[in-house]
DNA sequence: CGTCTCCTTGAGGTTGGTCAAACCAGGTGG
DNA sequence: CCACCTGGTTTGACCAACCTCAAGGAGACG
């Protein structure tokens, strides 16, 4: 827990949206090499947190929407009497804040659980921006919707999956977020506690744990700490899809 | 289970968004009276569907999003292997079909749980309105943001309530839009049946129906079928914000 | 009046939670 | 270099919340 605020980092920047290697996983996605250039002039800054930092908290006021350029993120909702659920984690090119829109002020915490860094789009230029030219103003409604219907997914595995079904969607979304990124889908560093886990997936720590260590036991997973290797992504598949049987 | 698709009936609308007494609820909140009527031109269709109908189902190309007029739905996520989740209960004034956006085909069953109307809005159109003036931009903008936001709220309810603090949380939530509408917050009568709040809490029926009996046993509830009256909305409110105590 | 769907209630079982102890890796300081 | 500490993880034993299965009841409707 912190309570002094550590005073973000910001960099000028020069990199941008056109010479990203994101570009094809975030919001640029889809737009000409003209648009894309307009894009670049409304990004200029670039926030570096780190681990343990928050990018913002629940409450405060909402300005911007942050891109993860590099590092991973957490959001965390917390309810009145202190329970606290994951409402996501996120990596590079996903976008973050997109919860403070609707009342101006965000509404969960965004933590880095590692170093990171994200670049800043001051919301009311994107929405400008977004109004010159519709593919921007496309690509930004698809990012609002995908990220509904991610939210979607995860009411179907809290509600109805059981806890190996949930550990198993969990590991290949991740792995297939890490594969689109062009890491491995075999190897995945967890960036996560398993608590953190635990309380995205609906679970105790403990019974994370135990599920890990099942699927060692049943050959599907390699665990090593955080260091997880994926044997039998087809099992982990066979898991989600199949498991009312 | 329908196979044959009943074709929607389809009427000829003249009375638009700055006639509707829903206008302070729905997509035209916040729109100056020149802008509102811009939006009623593009407003020039409302569908019925009848109890038991589906507006549009997974799969089906989206082309439009739903301002439910009167009437209730329910949004239902199915899984390969044929699991549903509830994802949300929609009343007058709520929009449906933003999941669409995203992918261009729906990704849920939108079902009447009594017969009701829709104002259809082509999402092309209303894009194109939408970059003309910022106010409705806007307006688009934080009524996905706030489905987001409520969606957490969902994931918060799932992972981390007992089976108590769902079905007071449920009834909360209800008992609060039905009075954003101008009904009185003590008087419910559910559209759904218990097995469907079951689903979209994360309960079976029967948990539903015990809790129900409960809170009846202990005042809080009058339970007869689906009139329900609540005696004690505090209670209520006890059980969902403190409940970890 | 029979049938259908939905709801209620009971008895018993299972999954995952709770509590507790021990382990492990990494960092710190003597 | 090693002892110690810390936060995170693993594992076991036990327990309870919720699920499953089953029977019966209440309305609605033809």
Chains 1, 2 share one sequence.
Do not use: W
């Not at 894309?36 to 800054?45: F, V, Y």
């Not at 103003?137 to 109805?160: P, T, Y």
């Not at 997880?228 to 099992?235: D, F, M, S």
């Amino acid at each position: 827990m912190q309570t002094a605020l550590p005073p973000l980092r910001t960099e000028p920047l020069r990199a941008a949206c056109s010479s990203c290697n994101l570009r094809e996983l975030c919001l640029p996605l889809g737009l000409s090499a003209a648009d894309m250039e307009k894009l670049d002039g409304l990004i200029n800054t670039r926030h570096v947190v780190a681990r343990g930092e928050t990018l913002f908290r629940a409450n405060e006021p909402f300005h911007a929407l942050y891109a993860v350029r590099t590092g991973f993120f957490k959001t965390c909702l917390s309810a009145e009497d202190g329970r606290m659920q994951v409402t996501g984690f996120q990596m590079a090119g996903e976008l973050l804040g997109l919860d403070g829109i609707g009342s101006g002020h965000h509404t969960v915490d965004a933590q880095a659980l590692e170093d990171s860094s994200v670049c800043v789009l001051p919301f009311s230029d994107l929405e400008n921006l977004a109004r010159e030219f519709g593919a921007l103003q496309m690509q930004l409604h698809k990012i609002m919707s995908r990220e509904i219907v991610r939210d979607h997914g995860v009411m179907m595995l809290l509600g109805s999956m059981r806890a190996e079904e949930r550990v198993a969607a969990f590991l290949l979304n991740l792995t297939q977020r890490l594969q689109a990124r062009g890491y491995s889908p075999h190897e995945v560093v967890l960036r996560m506690t398993r608590e953190e886990i635990g309380s995205y997936l609906g679970l105790k720590l403990e019974t994370v744990s135990r599920t890990f260590s099942r699927f060692q036991d049943d050959g599907i997973l390699d665990v090593k700490q955080r260091q997880i290797t994926v044997k039998l992504p087809e099992a982990l598949q066979r898991l989600v899809s199949s498991a009312a049987c």
